[in-house]
């Protein structure tokens, strides 16, 4: 299963399809707490994040992941507006694995949700 912690309503419909499509499992969370709840309850393959959230505060969501053992090991992928390198460095020393422009994760997103087959034991 993949966790995406999206506010925005077009990458949410993207990120839906593309899931749906290749019969991977995702969950959707839209704050810090449903975030952490979720993965608490069933531990994600990999977390997805849309950096230029402003109410799902993804930076906040990394931190307390990486307090936590049983999530600090979760692989984390950030999307984020290119032209943001505020929020790019930001991401980088807050521990985000890997951050891509918002265009780059469009054209991965298949690869992406297929990692590790979206399933996590």
């Not at 979760?74 to 807050?94: E, K, L, Q």
Request: charged letters at 25%.
């Amino acid at each position: 299963m993949v966790l995406a912690i999206v506010d925005d309503l077009m990458f949410v419909s993207k990120i839906k399809a593309a899931a749906s499509s290749l019969g991977v499992g995702l969950t959707v969370a839209r704050s810090l707490d449903d975030a952490l709840d979720k993965m608490r309850q069933s531990a994600p393959s990999l977390v997805i994040l849309d950096l230029n959230g402003t109410r799902t505060d993804p930076l906040a969501t990394v931190a307390a992941m990486k307090r936590d053992h049983a999530l600090s090991t979760i692989p984390t992928i950030g999307f984020v507006s290119h032209v943001r390198t505020d929020v790019i460095n930001a991401a980088r020393d807050s521990g985000v694995d890997e951050i891509l422009a918002r265009s780059a994760f469009t054209e991965r997103l298949a690869e992406i949700l297929q990692r590790d087959d979206g399933s996590r034991s």
